[in-house]
């Protein structure tokens, strides 16, 4: 459900966007949409909109949702205030730089790298396998925000946006899917019946 509503403002921008030039008429208030702009006014409405039903259901907001809501106003307002669609499709790539930033310095700072400081009290993982996730998920930052930049400026804004909304969900579930798939052992010994321990 928690995952779901951060991807509702994503959905949302390409819906708005795949309508574009049509007039919505609603209680005598009457709006043509405008490509881009139009969607990245939903985007930010959206955004603004989910973060206390996020609050409702999982009882806390996380940082890294707080940092992508400001990300989304920021860039989103540049928008739409120079009209340069620019700032929205650099978005992405400087939120992931941004976090393949922040996890490769937290390997350096601290005991805890910042994916241990997640999800650490929840699973008994070797300090030595959370370092090697935590790579991974820098990897995983680097080369979304790298391939964001390439579809933006090799593709039409058509292709961007629908590109926007697939990989978000592909690139989501690729990393769930590496993460547990590294943690498999550690995994399997903390569930009932299973040996303590892995090599």
């Known amino acids: 459900m928690k995952q779901l509503i951060e991807f509702l403002p994503i959905i949302l921008f390409f819906?708005?966007?795949q309508m574009d030039g049509s007039t919505l008429d609603i209680m005598g208030w009457?709006?043509?949409v405008d490509g881009i702009y139009s969607a990245t006014q939903a985007l930010m409405a959206s955004t603004v909109v989910m973060l206390p039903l996020l609050w409702l259901v999982a009882g806390e907001l996380e940082k890294r949702v707080l940092w992508t809501a400001a990300a989304v106003l920021v860039f989103g307002g540049a928008t739409l205030f120079f009209?340069?669609?620019l700032f929205i499709q650099w978005k992405p790539t400087v939120f992931n730089w941004g976090m393949a930033g922040?996890?490769?310095l937290s390997q350096y700072w601290g005991?805890?790298?910042l994916l241990e400081r997640l999800m650490g009290s929840q699973l008994q993982v070797p300090p030595r396998i959370w370092r090697r996730i935590c790579w991974v998920w820098v990897l995983h930052f680097s080369v979304v925000g790298a391939m964001n930049l390439f579809v933006a400026y090799r593709f039409s804004e058509a292709t961007w946006v629908a590109y926007k909304l697939w990989s978000g969900f592909a690139f989501t579930l690729f990393i769930m899917v590496v993460t547990v798939a590294m943690m498999g052992p550690?995994?399997?010994?903390?569930?009932?019946?299973?040996?303590?321990g892995a090599p």
């Open 15 to 17: 819906v708005i966007y």
């Open 102 to 104: 922040a996890f490769a």
């Open 111 to 113: 005991s805890q790298n």
């Open 83 to 85: 009209r340069n669609e």
């Open 30 to 32: 009457s709006h043509t």
């Open 186 to 196: 550690w995994l399997k010994s903390q569930t009932p019946g299973g040996e303590e």
